[in-house]
Nanobody
Framework: QVQLEESGGGSVQAGGSLRLSCAASGRTFVTSVMGWFRQTPGKEREFVAAINWSGVVIKYADSVKGRFTISRSTGENTVYLQMNSLRREDTAIYYC???????????WGQGTQVTVSS
């Protein structure tokens, strides 16, 4: 059974940076694609970024292009989300997800809170 565990969330002022990590443990062959999503109260979960097993970035949401960078350490089964130039609207719970394809995320982490203040 694969488990995902996020870390690195916190509070930061607008313009600042945070780096999220998501470690996958267990039978990681199912984690061909790993992605980040985010959700704020009352809104649907929103896609942020995704990366494939070999470290090729699949896609970024338009709202984070040029500011966020997704990367992957295959040997450590860990995916990162470097978030720069953070804005108040980036405040959300960020979730790590994994699955066999970018249209089939079957595993989710518990989420980590990111709060950006002005």
């Amino acid at each position: 059974q694969v488990q995902l565990e996020e870390s690195g969330g916190g509070s930061v002022q607008a313009g600042g940076s945070l780096r999220l990590s998501c470690a996958a443990s267990g039978r990681t062959f199912v984690t061909s694609v790993m992605g980040w999503f985010r959700q704020t109260p009352g809104k649907e979960r929103e896609f942020v970024a995704a990366i494939n097993w070999s470290g090729v970035v699949i896609k970024y949401a338009d709202s984070v292009k040029g500011r966020f960078t997704i990367s992957r350490s295959t040997g450590e089964n860990t995916v990162y989300l470097q978030m720069n130039s953070l804005r108040r609207e980036d405040t959300a719970i960020y979730y790590c997800a994994a699955g066999p394809s970018s249209s089939a995320y079957s595993l989710w982490g518990q989420g980590t809170q990111v709060t950006v203040s002005s």
